[in-house]
């Protein structure tokens, strides 16, 4: 190979590079307030996130995870009760049902969107149904105003796993008016992992609501069951937010908009550039402003491109290669291949492309001609 440009699948440098300063003042300010856990740097940084996707509530997790779980076990979603999640995502999703003791029951996906199909949900409930989760995938909104007609018609929660849709638009035919994801349910979880679109320089999460009672349960779940010091109401566990993440956390919160708006650029640039008929290009729906966690593309030869791209210095990765309902976590719901074949064909085609603040135009140039030199 003559020519060849490294393009990493992701690299935190070029924003932490240009958010140093930020980033060590607010690890300053931690250190010299000697105070780590539930303080100001928490308050400061709930407050601007809710405001930033328009709840009332925000209530710090230790991570996407433990968002999920306890904002389902707030809803007194437990043993006896199924969930509905999607059978493509990740198998965070899926955990956090089964932590409470309730029954995932997935659901296939639409294959142009990648996520939940609307038309498939009525056939999988029953009546210990309590709640759908939709996953807004690879940041883009699932079809809300059709899920929640349903959610309505069976009186269903729905809890929104929100861990790669920071900032995502939905826009409502029903209502005419858009939401940032993480409105549209009772409750939702955002993970802060360090590659998601609001990633902290470690683990945390957060859990976001409109309501009060359901914000302080969350929040006394995650404190050992405690609403008030050493009183304990619930069996709870541990999983607070933390006042260093909390602190990087505001910093990164205060360039979420730009950084989206340069994944958006990144996005429209291989959506314009990519011409090889072998390629499956993302689908966005007209109610949809998605945020591009994930640039995911399908193809049928997948492992061969895959091969082509590393070869010339370009990072993939595949978002997921075994649909969950295949996972050996999850032997005992006694799935086989071909149970769900929509997820089984997204797993066996899809590829990630890189994705990130930082990407240079001839890097994203790079990957573009790559893609369309490659012969299926
Ligand atoms: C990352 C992720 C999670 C879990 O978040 P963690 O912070 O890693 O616990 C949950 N759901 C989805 C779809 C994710 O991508």
């Excluded at 250190?31 to 925000?58: A, H, V």
Aim: aromatic share 10%.
């Amino acid at each position: 190979m003559t020519n060849k440009i490294a393009v990493p699948f992701v690299s935190f440098k070029p924003l932490e590079n240009e958010l140093k300063n930020e980033l060590s003042r607010a690890f300053d300010r931690v250190l010299n307030n000697s105070w780590y856990i539930d303080g100001n740097e928490d308050n400061i940084f709930e407050k601007g996130f809710s405001q930033y996707i328009g709840t009332k509530y925000c209530v710090g997790c230790g991570n996407g995870l433990d968002a999920l779980m306890l904002s389902l076990k707030a809803l007194n979603i437990g043993p006896g009760d199924e969930v509905i999640v999607p059978s493509n995502t990740y198998i965070a999703t899926a955990l956090a049902v089964t932590y409470v003791g309730a029954k995932p029951v997935f659901v296939e996906p639409d294959i142009r969107t990648f996520n939940i199909n609307p038309d498939c949900i009525e056939a999988s409930l029953t009546p210990r149904t309590k709640a759908i989760m939709p996953v807004h995938l690879y940041g883009q909104s699932c079809d809300m105003d059709r899920i929640m007609v349903i959610c309505e018609k069976y009186n269903l929660f729905i809890v929104e796993d929100c861990a790669q849709a920071h900032g995502a638009i939905y826009h409502s035919k029903k209502n005419n008016r858009d939401y940032k994801t993480g409105t549209l349910g009772d409750a939702a979880g955002f993970s802060f992992y360090p590659g998601k679109n609001l990633g902290a320089l470690g683990d945390a999460g957060a859990a976001v609501t409109n309501e009060e009672e359901i914000a302080k349960k969350i929040r006394a779940f995650g404190n050992y069951g405690s609403d008030y010091k050493y009183h304990h109401i619930y069996k709870g566990n541990n999983s607070r937010l933390d006042e260093l993440q909390a602190a990087f956390l505001s910093v990164k919160l205060s360039h979420l908009d730009r950084m989206n708006n340069v994944r958006r650029l990144v996005a429209k640039k291989y959506m314009e550039g990519i011409k090889n008929p072998d390629i499956v290009l993302p689908f966005i729906p007209d109610y949809t402003e998605p945020v591009w966690h994930i640039f995911a593309i399908r193809v049928k030869n997948r492992d061969s491109l895959e091969r082509f791209l590393n070869d010339r210095g370009i990072g993939t990765n595949k978002h997921y290669p075994i649909p969950m309902h295949l996972q050996g976590a999850y032997k005992d719901l006694g799935f086989k291949e071909g149970d769900f074949p929509i997820a089984e064909e997204i797993s066996s085609t899809e590829l990630s492309l890189p994705m990130y603040y930082g990407l240079t135009d001839e890097q994203i140039q790079w990957v573009i001609d790559c893609i369309n030199q490659w012969e299926a």
